[in-house]
């Protein structure tokens, strides 16, 4: 193979350019369309996620409380659209939140196990962010 020829790597098909690729995709996907259904609650009724504890320290009901994670979702989604690496980490630590939640309303400790698997997803995504923008530099 001549110096000319392009390999994998500069063409950006390492596995952690796929990978990053992939995670970036799904995690300015998933946060939009899931604070999007905050409003529509098309796939859940997401006031029933809220612990109580939480209920009562924020303005309003459940209801209005879901309104307000809805904007921040989609907020966290174009984050990470914008910036990777800083969206990632925001994602992630909403994500420590929503697990925080759920394991203190007691019913739903097999969400929180996947929303931990998004957690880790998350921080892997950071630190590929990361890693992508010393390399440019």
């Known amino acids: 193979?001549?110096?000319?020829?392009?390999?994998?790597?500069?063409?950006?098909?390492?596995?952690?350019?796929?990978?990053f690729f992939l995670l970036?995709?799904?995690?300015?996907?998933a946060p939009i369309a899931?604070?999007?259904d905050k409003f529509a609650q098309v796939l859940s009724d997401w006031?029933?996620?809220?612990?109580?504890?939480?209920?009562?320290?924020?303005?309003?009901?459940?209801?209005?409380?879901?309104?307000?994670?809805?904007?921040i979702e989609i907020v966290a989604g174009i984050v990470v659209a914008l910036d990777?690496?800083?969206?990632?980490?925001?994602?992630?630590a909403w994500l420590l939140g929503i697990i925080v939640d759920l394991l203190t309303l007691g019913d739903f400790y097999d969400v929180a196990l996947?929303?931990?698997?998004l957690f880790v997803a998350a921080v892997s995504l950071a630190l590929l962010a990361f890693d992508r923008a010393k390399q440019a530099a």
Do not use: E, K, Q
């Not at 193979?1 to 990978?19: C, E, V």
């Not at 990777?84 to 992630?92: D, I, K, P, Q, S």
């Open 1 to 19: 193979m001549s110096a000319s020829t392009p390999t994998r790597a500069s063409l950006g098909t390492t596995g952690a350019d796929r990978a």
């Open 114 to 117: 996947r929303d931990f698997g």
């Open 24 to 29: 970036r995709t799904v995690f300015i996907i």
């Open 84 to 92: 990777a690496r800083f969206g990632a980490l925001l994602v992630a």
């Open 34 to 36: 899931f604070g999007l």
């Open 47 to 71: 006031d029933f996620y809220l612990a109580p504890w939480i209920n009562d320290i924020v303005p309003g009901d459940a209801h209005d409380a879901m309104m307000i994670v809805g904007v």
